[in-house]
């Protein structure tokens, strides 16, 4: 069993930066692709960026040359850096591990991140 625990959300002014992080637990980190999505309210969660297990990644438009999406399989963390942010930005931010060769996806509780104008 997966288990995804999201953090470093919170609170910032428009142009500033925040750094998520998503540890997992188990054993399959290393092998699984990884991703960041979020959900602002009334709307439906989307894409933010994915890295695969080699590495390469994969960004939304609207966050290409802000966000940057990277993984450390030795601490079995994902992170999310989040640059020049603005309030469209604002949203709940969940990440998912991808299980290879089975489909199955796991989602972490999600962090809260607001830019404020």
């Known amino acids: 069993q997966v288990q995804l625990v999201e953090s470093g959300g919170g609170l910032v002014q428009a142009g500033g930066s925040l750094r998520l992080s998503c540890a997992a637990s188990?054993?399959?980190?290393?092998?699984?692709?990884m991703g960041w999505y979020r959900q602002a309210p009334g709307k439906q969660r989307e894409l933010v960026a994915t890295i695969g297990r080699g590495g390469s990644t994969n960004y939304a438009d609207s966050v290409k040359g802000r966000f940057t999406i990277s993984r450390d399989n030795a601490k079995n963390t994902v992170y999310l850096q989040m640059n020049s942010l603005n309030p469209e930005d604002t949203a709940v931010y969940y990440c998912?591990?991808?299980?290879?060769?089975?489909?199955?996806?796991?989602w972490g509780q999600g962090t809260q991140v607001t830019v404020s104008s």
């Open positions: 998912k591990l991808s299980e290879p060769y089975t489909s199955r996806n796991y």
């Open positions: 188990g054993s399959i980190f290393s092998i699984s692709a």
